[in-house]
């Protein structure tokens, strides 16, 4: 997380600083056999909503991995929800026990389970990419750069 207590010009500066090193800012990725395929962070065609990520989880390791936190680079929080159909009505919910497992795989996609972010930074336009950041409970880190898209581009995913 960001210190809260810096100006924003200071923050623009270490991201833009970030983003032009190329890989300075990813954390190591130490859990063996865990991909993301086609990974995007979608904005809020509302400035100022959530946007969400969207990825598929591969885990070809031979033991199961559950999922604690997820960090997204620019953004202040980041969320796990499940989409809830109840009568006709869609709303979400915080998804618990998120475990992908050994030789497996979990679809985070439109419409279904999902990262919600919120407090989208001005510094995450169309066009950049961000570090979608994975976090297990056993220690283990998954760590990969994502691109950002605009919202009408993911229209039809
Ligand atoms: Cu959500």
Redesign the pocket.
């Known amino acids: 997380m960001r210190a809260v207590l810096l100006a924003p010009a200071l923050v623009s500066a270490l991201f833009v600083a970030g983003c032009s090193g190329q890989d300075a800012e990813i954390p190591k990725t130490t859990a063996e056999g865990v991909q993301v395929l086609e990974p995007r962070m979608v904005l809020p065609i509302v400035k100022d909503s959530?946007g969400?990520v969207y990825f598929n989880l591969v885990n070809d390791s031979d033991k199961a991995k559950k999922v604690m936190s997820i960090d997204v680079a620019g953004t202040d929080m980041a969320?796990i929800?499940d989409?809830i159909e109840t009568g006709g009505r869609s709303s979400?919910q915080m998804a618990q026990n998120v475990v992908v497992p050994a030789h497996g795989s979990m679809a985070f996609a439109p419409g279904g389970r999902?990262v919600?972010v919120t407090g989208i930074k001005g510094e995450i336009k169309a066009g950049v990419n961000t570090v979608l950041k994975i976090n297990f409970d056993d220690g283990d880190v998954f760590a990969a750069p994502i691109p950002v898209i605009p919202p009408a581009a993911a229209a039809g995913n």
């Open positions: 959530p969400a969320m929800h989409t979400m999902h919600m």
